[in-house]
């Protein structure tokens, strides 16, 4: 059952690129932003469960089909090319990861990627 309308995905990849962008290269924890991106890289098993995620999210309505497309296209649609597609933003990679990590049932603290806030953590 899809709770909210619109597309989520989207919508979480711009509040992302605003905490990015505020962080003026450097994060949080110290590190820059740079090397947070450099080790988000994308295996093929990495491809191959996500698009499965997303396909299967879609067909028992977790995700509208405009997020499953949304997620598909970020990852580079049926091909995988040895990582993310050239030029994907870190907000992206960060939503998308994020978003698989909640539909396998991995619940890191904080607000999930539509704003509520989670119960519990695995």
């Given at each position: 059952m899809v709770i909210a309308t619109g597309n989520r995905v989207e919508a979480a990849i711009?509040?992302?690129?605003?905490?990015?962008?505020?962080?003026?290269?450097?994060g949080l924890d110290g590190r820059k932003v740079s090397d947070v991106e450099a080790g988000m890289a994308l295996t093929f098993d990495d491809f191959f469960q996500y698009q499965q995620?997303?396909?299967?999210?879609?067909?028992?309505?977790?995700?509208?089909?405009d997020e499953a497309q949304?997620?598909?296209?970020?990852l580079g649609?049926?091909?995988?090319?040895?990582?993310w597609p050239v030029g994907t933003r870190l907000a992206?990679?960060?939503?998308v990861t994020q978003l698989m990590g909640e539909l396998l049932g991995i619940r890191p603290p904080g607000p999930s990627l539509h704003g509520t806030p989670r119960r519990y953590a695995r």
């Open positions: 711009e509040r992302y690129e605003v905490r990015i962008k505020a962080l003026n290269g450097v995620l997303q396909a299967l999210a879609h067909a028992t309505g977790k995700l509208t089909p949304t997620i598909y296209l970020a649609g049926e091909g995988f090319h040895g990582d992206v990679k960060l939503v």
